[in-house]
């Protein structure tokens, strides 16, 4: 199989952002996310080689954002 390119767009906060910055991957697999100030949105571009590991990504991609906003909302109250 080739290589898996993936792309999505979320709304967040800057505080978000940094805080789902990938630091550490393996040879072959890219993961960035990057912010647009102006819009207020999150991008998340993965390239992989399986489908496996995209849905691995973008689960625990959504696991740490779903945490993300809660403690935002936690220290907000």
């Known amino acids: 199989m080739g290589k898996i390119k ?3 767009i979320l709304p967040g906060k800057e505080t978000i952002y940094k805080s789902l910055k990938v ?11 990057s912010y647009d100030y102006d819009l207020k949105l999150l991008e998340l571009y ?3 080689n399986s489908i496996g590991s995209l849905k691995n990504i973008i689960d625990d991609y959504f696991i740490n954002y779903e945490m993300s906003l809660k403690i935002m909302e936690f220290i907000k109250n």
Do not use: W
Not at 24 to 32: A, T, Y
């Open 23 to 33: 630091d550490d991957v393996e040879d072959g697999l890219i993961i960035k996310t």
């Open 46 to 48: 993965i390239e992989t």
């Open 6 to 8: 993936y792309r999505m």
